[in-house]
């Protein structure tokens, strides 16, 4: 008698089919010695769409329908539906119980048994644009040393970058991550709004913002500063704000202040 | 008797020889049907390093070297320095003049000449690093139809992007390029000043930053924005305030607002 190849492999179930159960899923899917067994959500073509694209996935829509003996369950549906949905799980001493948030602590999976923490990918994700999980960078946080030594090693399967984070500094990282990500994304719209009303598009800046972002990455920010700002540019400042919206011009205003602040430009 | 190839070739001289020369010096090179003849800088080791790449360039230090035959001279000096450069150099009617500033008038070479122009390409340089001007948005404006038809040839030529735009139109690109390019950079200065602080860098902000461009730039920055502000969450905002600097704080809240003030997220 054979043992089936599953039954040595890590079992895991993901509650959930947005953007980072999907790539959670299909990441876990390729990679050897784990199965992705069950796929579920409350829409039960959602967790279907999602099951079909792996090897040997279930697709359920009613949390009763899971297996009880799953290594592992990734809870990954947004912030609000977390404590709703943890309060209808049955609780499990062998699970290794896991959340993908970077804002919820840890503890709020503590009801479901003693084996809990969190893999918190630090990436933009959504359903139609693949991303390459070997390249996000993981924070993980665990309720022991033991349950840390099974998500250690299933964060290390993932991703080449694994760092462990506890809520305080998940949020620290969450701070930064705004400034850097949606602060400028925001300052790209606005950019967009003025092109565009000048008959042109956000398209030409991106060569630009690309470079930008390269060098950034390559030394780092600082170092690459450039602009009026940094110049001290007092003439070509009070122009440009002279163009703008009151709002708008108080943005320029403040981050040019910060700027010069920085740099000690003026 | 054969023409020889040289004199055929629209010939080319480059005054400068920093990064946006020599990005056009070495795309021009490339060129079919161009010929850098000279490259001049002030500092005569400089001029010979770029030359030095160059098929048939040669060195100089003093415009007086200039040969006086040449069809195109490019100007692409700090904007500080080409007033400067400007007075010192001989008119000639035939030649047609330009300077690669975003930020001057075409006027400025008006001394030297019936025709001359900007062409101004939206990228960030730097001698080390080689970027390919055929993807760079480049931005034209000449002083009559006649060296227009001159100038959209040799942009043409150089990138798959060209728009034309006088002052007024580049200045107003120009406070976009600020928006999107300087102050998105100044955030991630922030932010690796904050992830540093952390025993972090800012590397691991690096491929959340390039998913959200690829977004940004595929469909548009707003569709794409995410965050607290963006949602509407006060609490969230609340707490990253007060982990925050004065000035810090007050960036985030000003952002913040915008942002709630855009999406109408409270």
Chains 1, 2 share one sequence.
């Not at 279930?58 to 947004?78: L, Q």
């Not at 609780?91 to 009801?111: E, F, K, N, Q, V």
């Not at 760092?163 to 500094?169: I, P």
């Not at 598009?201 to 690459?224: Q, R, W």
Request: proline share 5%; glycine share 4%.
């Amino acid at each position: 008698m054979m043992l089936n190849d599953l039954c040595l492999d890590t079992s895991v179930v993901i509650l959930g089919s947005g953007g980072v159960a999907t790539s959670l899923a299909r990441a876990l899917d390729d990679t050897v010695g784990y199965s992705v067994r069950q796929i579920f959500s409350p829409h039960l073509a959602h967790a279907e769409a999602l099951a079909g694209k792996l090897a040997v996935a279930e697709a359920i829509d009613r949390v009763e329908d899971m297996i009880p003996d799953a290594d592992i369950v990734i809870i990954s549906v947004t912030d609000d539906a977390v404590a709703q949905l943890v309060a209808s799980l049955i609780p499990r001493p062998d699970t290794l119980w896991l959340h993908t948030s970077g804002s919820l602590p840890a503890s709020i999976l503590a009801t479901l048994g003693p084996r809990y923490g969190v893999l918190y990918p630090l990436q933009t994700f959504s359903r139609s644009r693949e991303v390459r999980m070997a390249r996000v960078p993981i924070f993980i946080e665990a309720s022991t040393d033991e349950a840390m030594v099974t998500l250690r090693r299933l964060a290390d399967n993932l991703s080449d970058t694994v760092h462990e984070a506890d809520s305080e500094r998940r949020r620290r990282l969450h701070v930064a991550a705004v400034f850097a990500c949606n602060f400028a994304n925001h300052l790209w719209a606005i950019a967009d709004e003025l092109l565009t009303a000048d008959g042109l598009s956000f398209d030409v800046l991106v060569p630009l913002l690309k470079e930008t972002l390269e060098k950034a990455a390559d030394d780092n920010p600082s170092d690459g500063q450039t602009g009026p700002a940094r110049r001290g540019d007092r003439s070509v400042m009070e122009a440009h704000q002279a163009m703008l919206s009151p709002a708008n011009a108080e943005i320029y205003r403040l981050l040019s202040q910060s700027i010069i602040s920085r740099y000690d430009s003026l």
